[in-house]
């Protein structure tokens, strides 16, 4: 069988392993009572069938393996590991791990991926520290594995030691290595560590560049330097390919640059022959660009040009519906979805449909939707779901249903119980916040910076003053959050509301950032309410001084001019009410459509 061996050892693997799947089945019918003595051949069958993801494939080849003997081979094992670490089959992966005498750098990276894609970050971290203890030396693979598992994981600290590690070991040369650090940096947000690290790599491939390109395209307001790049690789630097124009089109859509968007779908168009001819992913992109740029009829256009079994088109739409706050033509979309039975909503579609009952307060279409989720499966064990439906009861108002969404979860996290607790204070529940943040620490849940916005929003609006001082002093001692300007804004209203003016403004005086308009207005209003004059009319002024950046909103000079008026400075009262009226829109006539009749 030496002649078969040699036929399959030279069959391409990556960009045909359908093709060494049928030659191996073809020879062992050609010869089924001498089968292939060569465990080369069996790897290679294994990584083909992990390919496709036909793992029911490389369980059986796995089973012939053992028959002959083979499945003590390095690179046997190797290809096994590959297979069930990247499928739900984790355990069968680390049982081969754990019984192997023998192990390389590649039986390692194999178990280390399947970790990281698992979830598993912590439990990977400690493997490659212990099997790259003991003489075992990473490769750039290994790198490439934990730097992304970084981004996954949200460990942006560990990235980047894991970047000094690269340095120390000469691994930042290898292509590969530095794309992942590319991607880490941008998907962290810190692009300009990424343009750096970009100027200074050496080998740079058409992967580096659409790298920074979708980089520019996440971090918006950056579109000027993601078509510079894009000219720079047209001009002959790298070429380009589609997934740079893709990225381009989502540069457009997050920046809401319309001309430039039309630009890119033009080149597009160009590059593929004709409209109709638009990819489904590509077609995707066009119709997000063009929702998130207000022009709902060219997303229309495009869909309808589309294939209509693929779920994708469906969710961009109906999600770029809700963004421009269309929110019954998206609930008629996912209507239409299920009276053609072609394509099946998946967890994206319901969520923009949460939030289209959300935004628009239609409990019974809300209702309904939670029916539908029940009703399915894989959709009724979503967690991301269940945290989008009690969000949804809770601006509904409806807090018993919010609740009851709560209970039955059999796992819940921090969103859930934040949501759950925001909920309950936007709602003015204050004391059932408190108690449902006092369950979330003893189920041992840490709470974040979001869930104190809720608990210091509880006790702002149920005049718990004592009890959201201790609460914010928790914070930052207990958890060492670091306050944002909505916690700064909690307390001043807190205090405000109290009548405690003196030590809210003195509170603010020690804030790390300077207050915003909405805090000086807090303060401002609370003057007001509680009749201090002096200390309104010197707000008023830091008010003034906050929005002097931009326009001042029409409620923000309507309470400066009640507190000119209350303190009788009439000349400041006029100025106030004369730009309030020129900054009035004019109002069309009214038409009665009973007159009309």
Not at 206 to 211: A, G, P, Q, Y
Not at 254 to 270: E, P
Request: proline share 2%; charged share 20%.
């Amino acid at each position: 069988m030496t002649a078969w061996s040699n036929v399959l050892r030279q069959v391409d693997l990556q960009s045909d392993p359908n093709r060494v799947i049928s030659m191996f089945r073809a020879i062992q019918k050609v010869a089924y009572d001498s089968p292939v003595l060569d465990p080369y051949a069996y790897a290679s069958l294994i990584k083909a069938c992990n390919k496709l993801k036909y793992v029911n494939g490389g369980k059986s080849v796995h089973g012939r393996a053992v028959k002959l003997g083979y499945d003590g081979s390095l690179s046997v094992r190797n290809s096994l590991i590959h297979l069930y670490a990247g499928s739900e089959i984790l355990n069968y992966a680390r049982v081969l791990f754990d019984g192997m005498p023998e192990r390389n750098v590649v039986t390692v990276n194999g178990m280390l991926s399947g970790l990281l894609k698992n979830n598993r970050f912590f439990e990977g971290l400690r493997l490659f520290h212990e099997a790259f203890g003991e003489g075992l030396k990473p490769n750039h693979v290994t790198l490439v594995v934990l730097i992304s598992g970084c981004v996954e994981a949200g460990r942006y600290r560990l990235g980047m030691l894991l970047h000094s590690f690269c340095c120390k070991s000469c691994l930042d040369s290898a292509v590969e290595v530095g794309n992942a650090l590319l991607d880490f940096y941008a998907k962290f947000g810190f692009m300009n560590d990424a343009v750096r690290l970009f100027s200074n790599m050496l080998n740079k491939d058409l992967v580096s560049w659409n790298t920074m390109i979708a980089g520019y395209a996440k971090n918006g307001g950056n579109l000027g330097q993601a078509f510079a790049l894009f000219r720079e690789m047209r001009n002959g630097y790298a070429g380009y390919d589609r997934v740079s124009l893709v990225n381009l089109a989502l540069a457009c859509a997050n920046g809401r640059d319309l001309v430039r968007g039309k630009m890119v779908h033009g080149h597009v168009v160009v590059a593929t022959g004709a409209d109709t001819s638009l990819s489904l992913s590509v077609g995707t992109v066009f119709i997000n660009m063009y929702s998130k740029c207000g022009f709902m009829e060219y997303a229309r256009r495009i869909f309808r040009k589309l294939p209509d079994e693929n779920v994708a088109s469906w969710n961009s739409m109906i999600h770029g519906c809700v963004e421009r706050g269309q929110n019954s033509e998206a609930l008629a979309l996912f209507d239409s979805m299920k009276s053609r039975r072609m394509v099946r909503a998946d967890e994206v579609t319901m969520l923009g449909l949460i939030s289209a009952c959300r935004n628009s307060g239609q409990l019974s279409r809300g209702i309904e939707i939670h029916l539908y989720i029940d009703a399915i499966d894989h959709l009724g064990k979503s967690l991301v779901l269940q945290n989008a439906l009690i969000d949804m009861y809770a601006k509904c108002g409806i807090m018993d249903r919010a609740r009851l969404v709560f209970d039955k979860m059999p796992q819940k996290d921090v969103i859930s119980w934040t949501t759950l607790i925001v909920g309950h204070a936007i709602n003015g529940e204050g004391e059932e916040a408190l108690l449902a943040f006092s369950h979330m620490r003893a189920e041992g849940i840490n709470p974040n910076c979001v869930t104190f916005i809720g608990v210091l929003s509880a006790c702002d609006h149920s005049g718990l003053v004592d009890v959201g001082k201790k609460m914010y002093t928790m914070m930052i001692e207990c958890y060492d959050i670091e306050p944002k300007i909505e916690h700064y804004g909690c307390i001043v209203d807190m205090l405000a509301r109290a009548g405690m003016l003196e030590e809210a403004k003195r509170f603010m005086e020690k804030m790390s950032m300077e207050p915003n308009g909405v805090v000086w207005r807090m303060l401002v209003n609370a003057c007001r309410v509680h009749g201090d004059s002096r200390l309104g009319l010197s707000s008023v002024d830091k008010l003034m001084e906050a929005n002097k950046s931009s326009v001042m909103a029409t409620e923000d000079r309507v309470l400066c001019a009640n507190v000119f008026a209350e303190t009788e400075r009439w000349n400041e009262v006029l100025h106030e009410r004369t730009i309030i009226v020129s900054q009035k829109d004019p109002k069309e006539a009214g038409i009665s459509s009973i007159l009309t009749q």
